[in-house]
């Protein structure tokens, strides 16, 4: 690659880094994630969690800021997220749409998990 198309992707890449770098700690898929995506969805790999973290940091970012995936139930994102993927772009039978709804719905269940589950967000 020439030198001179590499100094002008670096500005975009900075960014993209920088917006990447400043994630809030709890958007992050762990292991819990990872446990309880495999239990909902046998097969899943780190890898589905991962790539759906990066659709919901770049597509849903976007449009709009990043939702906490515990402001909504389990129903609601399911209900949202196919409305919210055509908007992006993204086939509702891809790999890309089960990726971030795994994503989504395993870091919402570690969050609220986390939390006083009085609140009836379950």
């Not at 992707?9 to 992050?28: E, M, N």
């Not at 709009?64 to 389990?74: E, I, M, Q, T, W």
């Not at 209900?79 to 994503?103: F, G």
Request: charged share 20%; net charge neutral.
């Amino acid at each position: 690659m020439p030198f001179g198309r590499i100094v002008k992707l670096l500005p975009g890449l900075l960014v993209i880094g920088a917006l990447v770098s400043c994630l809030p700690k709890f958007l992050y898929p762990t292991q819990t994630d990872l446990d309880y995506a495999q239990r909902q969805w046998p097969g899943t790999e780190m890898d589905n969690i991962a790539n759906g973290m990066k659709i919901y940091t770049s597509a849903c970012n976007s449009c709009h800021g990043l939702y906490r995936p515990d402001v909504l139930s389990a129903q609601a994102w399911l209900d949202t997220l196919p409305e919210m993927a055509q908007k992006a772009k993204i086939d509702l039978y891809s790999k890309a749409y089960e990726d971030l709804k795994i994503y989504i719905l395993s870091v919402r269940e570690r969050m609220v998990g986390d939390s006083d589950n009085s609140t009836g967000n379950r």
